[in-house]
């Protein structure tokens, strides 16, 4: 990515060469098989740019999922691809390569919970008029930033000056999120009054699917964060969700990530992780209110 003649992870650049001796053997999946030691590389790699530790038991997932792009280029072994995507000079590939390695699982309501605690705690304490504004921090495909809008909506309306800002590693997720286009069977624990209040029904190319309402995205924003890297300027926030991303981190890369969202906390915000993540032993600056919920000391 640097262009700089080393690699993204700080090996030299090698051009791609696609000769016969480069080549792997291909499974009978249809992908090249991958060595141990080339996995190796991609977990360094993703480990590096993203602070994602992929675990020795997604070899297969690694090779599925990347086997697209080496078909993509021509290329016929995972040697070949590591020295492009890594070689510095190919920057859209490496976002691709993040896009496919990263998970994106989410859907509306996830850890209901958490919203009720918004609706009836920390909304219920906001001084109308004044501004909110939240972060989803790993939104992926957008199904948290609206849900958190909805919730908004209702608490605040929709003339009040509240904003939810969504951000993600990848670039691809992010614009899905943005469009707001989600089809109709994905709406399992969005409440219909919801659907029919703050969304549109798809017609023609979108028919099955639902859109969400400019009423509702005008007070969205999207922005592409690596949160294993220094942020960029965001603003202050009320309550940062960082749900369901801190499992693929250790426990330095936790304790790093943790420390930057906290000083875009406003004193008094709410900080919210996954129900099977927890700040412990990774931060002194916030108080537990309950499990997976977080304070800072106004
Ligand atoms: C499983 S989804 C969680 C979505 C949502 N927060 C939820 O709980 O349903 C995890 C998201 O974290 C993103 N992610 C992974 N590493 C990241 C990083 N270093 N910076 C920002 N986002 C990252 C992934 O791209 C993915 O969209």
Redesign the pocket.
Same mark, same amino acid.
């Given at each position: 990515m640097t262009g700089s003649g080393k690699t993204v992870d700080g090996a030299p650049a090698e051009r791609v060469r696609t000769s016969p001796l480069a080549r792997g053997a291909v499974a009978a999946n249809g992908n090249p098989d991958i060595s141990d030691a080339e996995f190796a590389r991609f977990q360094k790699l993703i480990y590096k740019i993203?602070?994602?530790s992929l675990a020795d038991t997604k070899k297969v997932l690694l090779v599925g999922r990347l086997g697209r792009r080496l078909k993509h280029h021509g290329l016929t072994s995972f040697a070949e691809y590591y020295r492009f995507v890594a070689s510095g000079a190919e920057p859209d590939e490496l976002q691709a390569m993040v896009d496919l390695l990263?998970? $994106?699982?989410?859907?509306f309501f %996830? @850890?209901e919970a958490h919203f009720e605690f918004l609706a009836k705690t920390i909304l219920a304490q906001h001084p109308p008029g004044r501004a909110f504004n939240v972060w989803?921090?790993?939104?992926?495909t957008g @199904?948290?930033i609206y849900t958190i809008s909805f919730v908004l909506a209702e608490a605040l309306g929709l003339g009040a000056p509240w904003q939810v800002t969504g951000?993600?590693?990848?670039t691809a997720?992010l614009a899905k999120a943005e469009q707001g286009l989600y089809w109709l069977d994905r709406t399992r624990g969005l409440p219909q009054s919801y659907l029919r209040k703050y969304c549109l029904k798809g017609v023609r190319s979108q028919e099955g699917g639902f859109m969400i309402a400019p009423e509702i995205k005008r007070h969205t924003r999207f922005m592409q964060? $690596?949160?294993?890297r220094p942020l960029p300027a965001l603003g202050k926030f009320d309550v940062i969700?960082l %749900?369901?991303?801190m499992i693929?981190f250790d426990a330095e890369t936790k304790r790093q990530v943790v420390a930057r969202l906290v000083e875009q906390l406003h004193p008094g915000g709410h900080f919210i992780v996954?129900h099977a993540e927890s700040l412990n032993g990774l931060t002194d600056t916030l108080r537990p209110l309950r499990p997976t919920i977080y304070q800072l000391p106004a």
């Amino acid at each position: 990515m640097t262009g700089s003649g080393k690699t993204v992870d700080g090996a030299p650049a090698e051009r791609v060469r696609t000769s016969p001796l480069a080549r792997g053997a291909v499974a009978a999946n249809g992908n090249p098989d991958i060595s141990d030691a080339e996995f190796a590389r991609f977990q360094k790699l993703i480990y590096k740019i993203a602070g994602i530790s992929l675990a020795d038991t997604k070899k297969v997932l690694l090779v599925g999922r990347l086997g697209r792009r080496l078909k993509h280029h021509g290329l016929t072994s995972f040697a070949e691809y590591y020295r492009f995507v890594a070689s510095g000079a190919e920057p859209d590939e490496l976002q691709a390569m993040v896009d496919l390695l990263t998970t $994106n699982e989410t859907y509306f309501f %996830r @850890e209901e919970a958490h919203f009720e605690f918004l609706a009836k705690t920390i909304l219920a304490q906001h001084p109308p008029g004044r501004a909110f504004n939240v972060w989803s921090a790993a939104s992926s495909t957008g @199904e948290e930033i609206y849900t958190i809008s909805f919730v908004l909506a209702e608490a605040l309306g929709l003339g009040a000056p509240w904003q939810v800002t969504g951000s993600d590693i990848s670039t691809a997720v992010l614009a899905k999120a943005e469009q707001g286009l989600y089809w109709l069977d994905r709406t399992r624990g969005l409440p219909q009054s919801y659907l029919r209040k703050y969304c549109l029904k798809g017609v023609r190319s979108q028919e099955g699917g639902f859109m969400i309402a400019p009423e509702i995205k005008r007070h969205t924003r999207f922005m592409q964060v $690596n949160l294993n890297r220094p942020l960029p300027a965001l603003g202050k926030f009320d309550v940062i969700f960082l %749900r369901n991303v801190m499992i693929y981190f250790d426990a330095e890369t936790k304790r790093q990530v943790v420390a930057r969202l906290v000083e875009q906390l406003h004193p008094g915000g709410h900080f919210i992780v996954g129900h099977a993540e927890s700040l412990n032993g990774l931060t002194d600056t916030l108080r537990p209110l309950r499990p997976t919920i977080y304070q800072l000391p106004a």
